[in-house]
T-cell receptor, first 115, second 114 residues
Framework: AQSVSQHNHHVILSEAASLELGCNYSYGGTVNLFWYVQYPGQHLQLLLK??????LVKGIKGFEAEFIKSKFSFNLRKPSVQWSDTAEYFCAVILSGGGADGLTFGKGTHLIIQP | NAGVTQTPKFRILKIGQSMTLQCTQD?????MYWYRQDPGMGLKLIYY???????DKGEVPNGYNVSRSTTEDFPLRLELAAPSQTSVYFC?????????????FGPGTRLTVL
């Protein structure tokens, strides 16, 4: 079955610390990968996505992610976090191509940044 | 553009009651989705639609129904509410069939069934 694993359910960091959130997927084909963020009380917003080409993708607010096909991974990184990065982060996957399928989400990582 | 809007924001139902969660998008997107988000469980797909008059089941469709009479609207109906349907419900839309396109999410409806 298709699945997405996010290794860290809760992460607490201090401001200016570096961040890496893990995401691994299990899919039998070419995929498109997404990271979404949900700030407290708000809806999901797209941080970044990968669909082809350069495996290192840059998103909004200084986030980036690297797609490593051999490891089935798409880890999210930020060199220096801010208090405003406190949020829930979701990795999501979809089979590449022209289909109606919805996204398959990981369980999410709750990130808390301490001032 | 307002994007994807959902009503109501919050609702408490008694077991056995019914209700409709409304979802509207003003981006002229063909593809629309309903997800539910349970604590610590991520989002799971309930139903989806590829255009007016066309709907299909997702991963967790039991206890729900949908319709799509217009491009803009994609309501989700709960006929006999059960405590297991306590969740946050998100509607989303995507412009077309290409999987790499972003899904845009609404603000969610928090539903409690007592």
């Amino acid at each position: 079955a298709q699945s997405v694993s996010q290794h860290n359910h809760h992460v607490i960091l201090s401001e200016a610390a570096s961040l890496e959130l893990g995401c691994n997927y299990s899919y039998g084909g070419t995929v498109n990968l997404f990271w979404y963020v949900q700030y407290p009380g708000q809806h999901l917003q797209l941080l970044l996505k990968y669909f082809s080409g350069d495996p290192l993708v840059k998103g909004i607010k200084g986030f980036e992610a690297e797609f490593i096909k051999s490891k089935f991974s798409f880890n999210l990184r930020k060199p220096s976090v801010q208090w405003s990065d406190t949020a829930e982060y979701f990795c999501a996957v979809i089979l590449s191509g022209g289909g109606a399928d919805g996204l398959t989400f990981g369980k999410g990582t709750h990130l808390i940044i301490q001032p | 553009n307002a994007g994807v809007t959902q009503t109501p924001k919050f609702r408490i139902l008694k077991i056995g009651q019914s209700m409709t969660l409304q979802c509207t998008q003003d981006m002229n997107h063909n593809y629309m989705y309903w997800y539910r988000q349970d604590p610590g469980m991520g989002l799971k797909l309930i139903y989806y639609s590829v255009g007016a008059g066309i709907t299909d089941k997702g991963e967790v469709p039991n206890g729900y129904n949908v319709s799509r009479s217009t491009t803009e609207d994609f309501p989700l109906r709960l006929e006999l509410a059960a405590p297991s349907q306590t969740s946050v419900y998100f509607c989303a839309s995507r412009v077309d069939r290409h999987s790499y396109n972003e899904q845009f999410f609404g603000p969610g409806t928090r539903l409690t069934v007592l």
